[in-house]
């Protein structure tokens, strides 16, 4: 597995609990048409270095709000997003990679292209992004697919290259929007084990959101889980399952217990 | 169906059709007084290309087409983006372009003759006329075109603002703005030789009309054959440019 090692090289420098991600009494409310709409309220919680956190919640209730926050593509107003020391008011493409839904892959350039995009936003040299890009698509097993545009792709290669983008410049934190929502269980399933996997050998801090309880069960360290709007978050469920997650523990007590304890908090949240 | 394949069976459509049509005259279904046969219309369509004062016209009216083409393409894009991309103008000024794209152009063209004459500058200034709502208009869906996802990812892997325009809108909008100036041009054309035909002293469409009124009718279809020509030239090779830019549209 030489590529893996060649991004494990880069990753020196990010240690020491840098990649903690924290939201400090975070409060977000849109200007729209209709008056002042209050997304997230006095939302608070860390995510450790090097964990993988679930978000889950009622449509709505401003999940991707969040996540937009920790990225830095929107600010809070009220609070703050914090990573190690700093506080997070820009986006930081070296250190916070984000995977969005299918549609965020520029269907004009080919999976490979696609894949190296941050690093030709960075400047990075022809010949080093390509091979990067390429080493990418192998871990995701598109290696034979670097030149197919998006609308030659299925559903889910796409998302495969969406997640290569994420690791390509291998930044400490990924944080991931609904990514597996447009695709089939199966699907959905093959891709959760792939992260997964990739995800133990480097260890980056994950927040993902989900609409799938038990694929927020069955990948997260934690799960955060969010009120209807305005989101707070009611509770955080630690998954105290064994890694390297197996099928088989979907079967367990333990498994259907977080599960059902998650099912519960989101719908009592949903009352008023 | 393969593209050799599909062109010899273009090639042989056109060629049946002046088949057809020279049977037509031949066999007396058509009235060749009306109608000449081909066999008539196309030596002397090649004829009129060696014909100096024939070439002089056609080489006013390509002027013509061509400097409304370029004064009015950038315009027309400019104010399609400013549209598209701006709430305020776009609030105030979009449905003013989408009724008067609606209305017939060709009734204005008296008020072109009051206001620029007969000549050279009338027929450029009503070329730009018929051309410019398209392209307004198409410019406006480029601009609605660019995903605001594209441009949330560009954003959160750092890209500049140069880079936003250069390498999300541009690519993004290309192939619809492409598009729209193949339709532009088309109604440029169209607009152009249509003012030619209704009064002027030059150009291909003053020719055809002179030669409609005198019943000179091989020289007639033999000018309908050239502006055709010209124009499907000109609509594929700006279509060719559109496929290849825009195959990512899938
Ligand atoms: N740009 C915006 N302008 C105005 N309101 C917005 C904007 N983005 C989101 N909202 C509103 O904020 C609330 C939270 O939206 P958000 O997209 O964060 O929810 P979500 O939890 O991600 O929902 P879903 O699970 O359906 O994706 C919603 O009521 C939404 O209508
Ligand atoms: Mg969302």
Redesign the interface.
């Known amino acids: 597995m030489a590529r893996l090692t060649v991004v494990a090289e880069e990753r020196d420098g990010a240690g020491g609990g840098e990649a903690n991600l924290r939201a400090d009494g975070v409060t977000h409310v849109f200007e729209t048409a209709g008056g002042p709409l209050m997304a997230v309220t006095d939302v608070s919680f860390t995510v450790e270095e090097g964990t993988f956190v679930g978000l889950v919640g009622p449509s709505g209730c401003g999940k991707s709000s969040l996540l937009q926050m920790m990225a830095g593509l929107l600010n809070p107003t009220e609070g703050r997003i914090v990573m190690g020391e700093e506080e997070i008011r820009e986006p930081r493409p070296a250190e916070i990679g984000v995977v969005f839904q299918e549609s965020s892959l520029l269907p004009w350039k080919s999976a490979r292209e696609n894949v190296e995009f941050p690093l030709y936003l960075r400047g990075v040299e022809r010949s080093v992004r390509e091979k990067k890009a390429l080493e990418m698509l192998d871990l995701v097993g598109l290696g034979e697919f670097a030149e197919r545009r998006p609308h030659e792709l299925s559903g889910g290669m796409k998302q495969r290259v969406a997640i290569a983008r994420g690791f390509c410049q291998d930044p400490s934190v990924l944080l991931m929007d609904e990514p597996f929502a447009a695709l089939d269980e199966q699907t959905r399933m093959t891709l959760g084990d792939e992260l997964l996997q990739i995800w133990e050998r480097h260890k980056k801090t994950v927040v993902f959101v989900t609409h799938s309880l038990t694929e927020a069960v069955y990948l997260c360290d934690k799960v955060l889980v969010m009120s209807a709007r305005p989101g707070r978050i009611l509770k955080e469920i630690d998954i105290a399952l064994p890694r390297p997650r197996t099928y088989d523990l979907m079967a367990t007590e333990t498994f259907g217990r977080l599960r059902a304890e998650i099912w519960e908090l989101i719908r009592g949240g949903d009352r008023p | 169906m393969s593209g050799a394949g599909r062109l010899s069976a273009q090639i042989g459509i056109v060629v049946g059709i002046f088949l057809a049509w020279e049977a037509a005259v031949q066999t007396g279904v058509a009235n060749p007084r009306i109608v000449p046969p081909p066999s008539q219309v196309l030596p002397m369509a090649l004829a009129m290309l060696g014909d100096p004062e024939v070439l002089h016209h056609l080489w006013i009216t390509s002027a013509q087409v061509m400097l409304a083409f370029v004064l009015v393409a950038p315009l027309g894009v400019a104010i399609g983006l400013l549209l598209g991309e701006s709430d305020y103008f776009g609030r105030a000024f979009k449905p003013f372009f989408y009724f008067v794209a609606s209305v017939p152009k060709s009734v204005f063209l008296p008020v072109f003759i009051l206001a620029f004459g007969i000549g050279f500058t009338q027929k450029v200034a009503f070329g730009m006329f018929q051309a410019i709502f398209v392209l307004v208009i198409s410019a406006i869906a480029a601009a609605d075109s660019v ?1 605001a ?2 441009l ?9 603002r140069r ?1 936003i325009y250069q ?2 809108y541009l ?2 909008m290309l192939p619809v703005i492409v598009e729209g100036l193949r339709l532009g041009m088309i109604f440029n054309i169209t607009g152009v030789l249509f003012a030619e035909m209704y009064v002027s002293r030059a150009g291909l469409g003053h020719l055809v009309a002179n030669w409609g009124m005198s019943f000179e009718m091989v020289k007639l279809f033999a000018g309908i054959l050239l502006a055709a020509v010209l124009s499907i030239a000109v609509n594929e090779s700006l279509r060719w440019y559109e496929k290849r830019i825009g ?4």
């Open positions: 995903s996802d594209y949330k990812m560009a954003r959160a892997y750092g890209a500049s880079q390498d999300i690519p993004a195959a990512w549209r899938g």
